[in-house]
């Protein structure tokens, strides 16, 4: 039984689809709401409404219950945004098989599951490019297997800069991997088959995130980092959709684009000399003698 289902079997497992109401649903959140984070709420509400969504569509139900249902508010999760001399620490502190993991996470926004399944035939260091086309998944038994990307938006070939190519490039090298290995996996585990997140997380990521100050940092987070040094850097919405794989530019700027310190001090800056520096400039000038 999935995890979801486990806060809803025991209340409507013996009960039948058809007899179920708002009044019922409205109860089960509220009570759910008594004992759970409000993210598990919504989480355990969005497995039940897609259950009963799909009951709509094969002519099980003639309507969901779902409806006018009133949701805990979540509130909002701070990202840790690591800056460049922090990225360099963690690079720094990281098993040196995985540290070109964290570039590709902070320079090109690919989350874990694309970097974890980059084959060798996917970079391209001469036109200076990656193509995202495969990504890790969780397998049977939990252990990783390679699959297509989340969504049609997320397949995608982007552009690198000449300084992660190299470090691609020293990468590859040590492991001994050219044009020639092709289907091989750039971060591969020690018996040369995907990466598991979990075992990845635990043995590898964690112990480098303490060691360079950084407890609490996810590798999603570099996804973050990345999306905010877009905005910071003036690059355009639709770039940055298409580069980060998001189907919808709103989710590039409302989930990923953080506000930066430095971001905030040059907003100041500019709004104070476009609404206050102005007048006293103008005011000067008319005040100044004429020669």
Known sequence: MRAPFVHVYPDLGDRTIGSL????????VAEWSEDLAPRSVRRIYGALRAALNYAVEVDRLA?????????PAVEPVVAIVPDPVQLIELVDAIDPNYSAMVWLGAVLGLRWGEV???RVRRVDLLRKTVTVSEQVTRGTGGAGDIGPPKSAAARRTIGIPSELADELSAHMKSLGLTGADPEELLFPNNEGRPLDYSNWRRRVWEPAVSAAGLNGLNFHDLRRTNATAMVAEGVDVKTAQVR?????PRLTLAIYAQATTEGDRSAARKLGARLMGSPKDDAASSSSPST
């Open 21 to 28: 109401t708002p009044i019922d649903i409205r109860r089960l």
């Open 116 to 118: 974890a399944g980059m």
């Open 63 to 71: 309507g969901t219950p779902c409806r006018s249902i009133h949701l």
């Open 244 to 248: 980060l794989g998001h189907s919808d």
